[in-house]
């Protein structure tokens, strides 16, 4: 058993002074470009910024260890460029003229632009370029919040994975006899490096492509007085032969741009990712605006630079192309299902790589400390039993099943193409739940009465229903809008019809849908959103099977498991813990769901889904909160209700359009009411940070205190005021942004790690310790051999998948702490938060399913919003194509693209 795990976070050594040359966006600039840039425009909005991404991936293709900070034309206080080695003027009017002819002849009022006055007015900033000056950075700075985490300065979200990535660049990382060097991508919201050129594994008769990728970050910890750099590793492919169908989503390419003297400065090359999609405007493909494709036309050189369709038609032939730009396609598995080179890297060359990162990084960074375990009692009471396991659960899941439909028949409607899945179906069921088969299973309805429970299961065979969506292909926007909803509100009313009416008060069913494999709908043309709202329409939750004999009988069981979980039938563990937990302690998760469309996008409302496992009579009810009539429903009744478009206004989404600051206050309304709910009754309420905190802005690192709550502008109350037995634990993941690190667990021999599972804290924790480390074991998926390894020469294993169990970093935010209970007067006695953190950690644990990413009741919350669909809009919603004011829109013209969600982090 592992005794300790290491993360790959290092934290900066204080002070770690450094020197560049730096310059601001000129104040003339700004005035001169966002009043030219405004009459591009025909409808005459008012712009304030400038789409700025674009000039400054030219300048550091230029200028390779160049860094241009965000947001620089709106604030010219603050620097925009630093480097060490500035371009010269000349250099920079150049690339300036280059930028500006893109600006200003793109936009729709752009024909009053010619090449004479763009001349002048270029030429008018030649006379006005900023004065380069010595600015000193501090790269460890930071000031602690009122909660004691770490505030670093805000540069330096920036700057020092942009410090980092140069010197690991500048080196080579060796195993094994193979050499890597790297080149480093800055993109909106990160930096990485991937190493170059990419390797080639040869199988099925053809090269598949892949590098080496780290991702550099800067993160804090909450309460932790340390902020930290991770560095991820992983495997970036690219896409291999055959050219790329786009459908609605886009694809990344990789450009090499070969600069020529002067206009390129020594240094390790950088790659610039650029953006490829469909313009329906322009109804084909092309590169987003704002990318530095766009620029390169404009160079006063000749490079050679394939139009978006060429490289999508042609990836091959521009991975080589020695006279331009090179440019490689990002593999991803929407377009491309196969790619020979397996994802992830396994414990022991993470290891190596690891090691390799903390020796270039020495002596300016230091090793985060390792972690430690907390306890060892990291399982909850699940159905075993050593004479006959499958029996204990069978009865645990009846059960479950009888306080989920409380008394009346469990009704299942199995819906299919074909007999063999049909069959399959039933046989899950029967084994399941332990009822006897009848008939062979040959017939079309099915009762079973045992131990108190009915089960009546009804069979059909569907053909049309499941079938594609009759969507038309090529329409613009409006027209694909319109097409959607028509097509949606015709199989809907379809499977309503099919069904028919539902008497008043009749329990909610489940259906389990044949589904054909989802490769085989085009574009806009699934039906799974229409047969979910049809079927809720009729009063039943929908769980749904692919055809084919490939473990048909698992993964009947498992869709069967997933339909009972929507009705609320889960085995909900018993924790198991030596201290005293209240007995009637219930489990509360909240999950901020997003109502989706699959239309035109026209809604961003939201609404609060909270989850409550409440224990009854020795079984947990599986319950949720209904925002009309202030209490707790049933859980598949919330289902329905986020579904029915005439009931979503009272499920609480609120009114449609909300500014971001009237959504966060509608959420924080509907959390206090639920707090005030429970607040006569223990509770431990389970929050996900990245879902919850644009929604309740308090949970982030920067503002949580102690077993203190905050709402709007409040200032911070003490937990006991909203009930003396409520405890807050937030769980906070990965996501896309590396929040928390990566992990391995290593051994005595520095060529061997491995994995290790529990729950953990760091070696220096205090008894008052808030953060924990949650790691699951490994799935079956993960069971690999450890010491496979991608980037050696001689024997190496590209094609093995490198599955690792994640960290989940559970934060006990509040609970009674000692400070609390003497400023409290109800006599409590104060908790230990390893108690708290322990719980969470257990309910990640749950017969019938494989370890979750969250506890039980939040993973039930979480997926409720697959019934967050959005209704078919009428004929102004379906033409507006509108966003909401809670997305941050782009600068530029509308159309190619649409708009970009705000970016929500822990900082």
């Given amino acids: ?32 470009l966002v009043s030219a840039y405004q009459r591009t425009f025909t409808r005459g909005r008012e712009q304030r910024n400038l789409p700025i991404d674009a000039f400054n991936a030219l300048l550091r293709a230029s200028t390779p260890e160049l860094i241009a900070a965000r947001g620089a034309t709106a604030d ?49 900033l030649a006379d006005a370029v900023p004065t380069w000056s010595r600015t000193e950075v501090d790269l460890a700075a930071a000031t602690l919040t009122e909660g004691g985490t770490a505030r670093p300065d805000p540069r330096l979200y920036q700057l020092l994975p942009e410090f980092a990535a140069a010197r690991l660049a500048s080196s080579t990382y060796r195993f094994r006899g193979a050499e890597l060097s790297f080149r480093v991508v800055t993109s909106r919201d990160q930096v990485e490096l991937v190493s170059w050129p990419p390797r080639a594994h040869r199988a099925k008769g053809k090269d598949w492509y892949h590098s080496l990728r780290l991702r550099i970050s800067v993160q804090t910890v909450p309460f932790t007085s340390a902020f930290r750099l991770h560095v991820t590793s992983g495997v970036r492919r690219w896409i291999s032969g055959e050219p790329v169908k786009l459908r609605d989503r886009g694809i990344t ?17 950088r790659l610039i990712a650029n953006r490829v999609g469909y313009d329906r405007q322009q109804r084909r493909v092309d590169w987003a605006r704002n990318s530095l494709a766009r620029l390169l036309p404009h160079l006063p050189v000749r490079l050679s630079l394939p139009s978006a369709e060429e490289l999508l038609a042609e990836p091959d032939r521009w991975r080589h192309d020695a006279r331009g730009v090179t440019a490689w396609l990002v593999h991803s598995t929407t377009l491309q299902a196969d790619h020979e080179v397996g994802v992830g890297l396994l414990p022991v060359e993470r290891s190596m790589i690891d090691s390799w990162v903390e020796e270039v990084l020495s002596p300016e960074f230091v090793r985060a400390p390792d972690l430690i375990r907390a306890t060892r009692r990291t399982k909850p009471q699940l159905s075993v039993s050593r ?53 062979g299973l040959e017939g079309t309805e099915f009762e079973w009465r045992v131990g108190g429970l009915t089960v009546h299961v009804r069979t059909s065979q569907w053909a049309s229903i499941p079938a594609e969506l009759r969507v038309a292909s090529g329409l613009s926007r409006r027209e694909r809008a319109e097409a959607i909803a028509l097509a949606v509100e015709q199989r809907r009313s379809e499977i309503h019809a099919h069904f028919g009416s539902v008497p008043l008060g009749a329990p909610v069913g489940l259906t389990l849908v044949e589904l054909r494999n989802a490769d085989m709908f085009g574009s806009d043309q699934d039906p799974k959103t229409a047969v979910r709202l049809g079927c809720a329409d009729a009063h039943r939750v929908t769980q749904f099977i692919t055809p084919g004999e490939e473990n048909l009988s698992e993964r009947a069981k498992s869709a069967v498991l997933d339909g009972l979980r929507q009705l609320g039938a889960v085995i909900t563990p018993h924790h198991r813990l030596d201290v005293d937990v209240p007995a009637n302690l219930q489990y509360v998760g909240m999950w901020m769901a997003r109502k989706k469309s699959f239309t035109s996008g026209r809604r961003g409302r939201q609404v609060l889904i909270a989850v409550r496992h409440r224990l009854d009579e020795g079984t947990y009810r599986v319950e949720a909160w209904d925002d009309l009539s202030k209490d707790w429903i049933p859980y598949p009744k919330l289902l329905l209700q986020l579904a ?122 205090t008894a008052d310790n808030r953060v924990f480390m949650s790691v699951t074991e490994v799935s079956k998926q993960g069971v690999r051999p450890k010491q496979a390894v991608k980037y050696a020469e001689g024997p190496t294993s590209p094609t093995i998948p490198g599955w690792n169990p994640e960290y989940r970093e559970i934060v006990v935010l509040g609970c009674r702490s000692e400070p609390l209970v003497e400023a409290e007067t109800h006599g409590h006695s104060a908790d230990t938060p390893l108690v708290w953190a322990t719980l969470a950690h ?65 900082r």
């Fill in 1 to 32: 058993m592992n005794p300790l795990i290491r993360v790959a976070a290092y934290e900066p050594v204080q002070p770690l002074a450094h020197t560049f040359r730096t310059i601001e966006f000129s104040e003339r600039w700004r005035r001169e």
């Fill in 76 to 124: 010219p206080n603050n620097p925009w460029l630093y480097t060490t080695d500035p371009p010269s003027d000349d250099v920079l009017a150049i690339l300036l003229e280059t930028w500006v002819r893109d600006l200003l002849t793109r936009g729709r009022g752009a024909e009053e632009f010619d090449d004479d006055t763009i001349a002048h007015l270029v030429d008018g």
């Fill in 253 to 269: 390419a990789y450009l090499q741009i070969p600069l020529p003297d002067p206009l390129r400065s020594p240094g390790v090359p």
């Fill in 387 to 439: 004479t006959d396991p499958d029996r204990r659960k069978v009865q645990d899941r009846r059960a479950a099943v009888s306080a989920a439909v409380r008394g009346d028949p469990l009704v299942i409607d199995i819906r299919f193409e074909h007999e063999y899945v049909k069959r399959a179906l039933l046989k899950a069921v029967c084994s399941l739940l332990g009822l006897p088969p009848t008939g």
């Fill in 644 to 765: 029915r478009s005439e009931e979503s206004d009272a499920a609480g989404w609120g009114r449609e359009w909300m500014t971001r600051q009237e959504q966060q206050v509608h959420a924080q309304e509907r959390i206090r009411a639920i707090l005030y709910q429970v607040r006569d009754t223990p509770t431990l309420v389970m929050v996900q940070a990245a879902n919850m905190r644009s929604s309740w802005p308090w949970l982030t690192n920067q503002r949580v205190v102690r077993d203190m709550l905050a709402f709007g502008d409040d200032p911070p109350q003490r937990l006991g005021l909203y009930g003396p037995d409520l405890r807050l634990v937030q769980i906070r993941d990965a996501g896309n942004r590396d929040e928390v690190p990566q992990w391995y667990a290593p051994r005595a021999d520095d060529r061997i790690a491995g994995f290790a599972s529990g729950l953990w804290q760091p070696r220096n924790a």
């Fill in 842 to 906: 257990q309910l990640r644990h749950a017969d019938d399913y494989v370890p979750l990413g969250l506890p039980l009741p939040l993973h039930l919350a979480a997926l409720a919003e697959e019934y967050a669909l959005e209704a078919p809009p009428d004929d102004q919603g379906a033409s507006a194509g509108a966003v909401t004011t809670s997305q941050r829109t782009s600068s530029g013209p509308t159309g190619a693209f649409g708009s970009e969600s705000p970016l929500e982090t822990g």
